[in-house]
C-alpha cells in the first residue's frame, strides 16, 4: 500500500486551497476500508465496475490516511500532502526539503534547477492515471515544479527512486513501472473528488 500511495502522491499536481479538512477519523476509515477488502474475495471476471463490487474512497479519506497513517513511514522531508481527484487525473502538493533530496541525488551540476533551491519548498505535481484491469495500476507523470520552477521528469525519477532505496529494493520506486493495487482490488477509476476501487 506504501508503494501505491506514493506512486499516487507523485503522479499529481497542485490545485490551490484544500477541498477537504484532515481528520484522524477519516484516516481510520480509509484503513478500514483497506481491512475489509482482504476478507472479499474478487469478483467474478465481467463483473468488475458493478456497485455492489465498488469499495468507494474520497479525498479526504485518502488525504487524511496519507497524512495521519502514512506519514511516519514516508521519504525524509516530505510533509502537508494533499491529493485532489479529477477524472483519470492526480493532483497534489506538498512540501519537500531540498536539502534531504540533494543528499539522495549527489553532485548536481550547477545548470540543474534543483541545485538553485534549499530548505523547505512547495513542490507541485501532475500526471494522468492509467487504470488497468489486472491488479495493477500506472502512472503517466506529465509535470512537476518546486518552488515555481520546472523540474525535468528525469530528475523527479532520480529523486523518487533515491528517496525510496531500502536493502530489499536498492533501486528504489520507479514512478513510471505498473504497481500492484491491494487484493482482490482489480482497477481504480478516479473520479472528481473520490476513486473507486473495482474488485
Known amino acids: ?17 484544500p477541498r477537504t479538512a484532515l481528520s484522524k477519523e477519516q484516516a481510520e476509515a ?12 474478487s469478483s467474478r471476471p465481467g463483473k468488475s465496475g458493478d456497485a455492489r463490487d465498488s469499495v468507494i474512497v474520497t479525498e479526504g479519506e485518502i488525504n487524511s490516511y496519507v497524512n495521519y497513517t502514512l506519514g511516519p513511514t514516508l521519504p525524509a522531508g516530505l510533509s502537508d500532502i494533499e491529493i485532489q481527484l479529477d477524472r483519470d487525473r492526480l493532483h497534489a502538493t506538498g512540501s519537500v526539503d531540498m536539502d534531504e533530496v540533494k543528499k539522495e541525488i ?13 530548505g523547505q519548498v ?40 533515491g528517496a525510496t532505496r531500502t536493502s530489499s529494493d536498492p533501486d528504489g520506486f520507479d514512478i513510471h513501472a505498473p504497481f500492484r493495487l491491494p487484493p482482490p482490488v482489480r482497477r481504480v477509476r478516479v473520479m472528481p473528488g473520490r476513486a473507486l476501487l473495482d474488485l
Not at 30 to 41: G, V
Not at 106 to 118: A, E, F, M, R
Open 1 to 17: 500500500m506504501l508503494r501505491m500511495s506514493l506512486a499516487v502522491l507523485l503522479a499529481a499536481q497542485a490545485a490551490g486551497t
Open 30 to 41: 480509509f484503513a478500514q476500508k483497506l481491512e475489509s477488502l482482504r476478507d472479499r474475495p
Open 106 to 118: 549527489g553532485n548536481l551540476s550547477p545548470w540543474n534547477p534543483i541545485s538553485l533551491l534549499s
Open 122 to 161: 512547495p513542490v507541485e505535481l501532475s500526471g494522468r492515471y492509467l487504470a488497468a484491469e489486472d491488479g495493477f495500476g500506472r502512472i503517466e507523470v506529465q509535470e512537476a515544479r518546486a518552488a515555481g520552477v520546472n523540474i525535468p521528469i528525469a530528475m523527479v525519477e532520480q529523486m523518487v527512486a
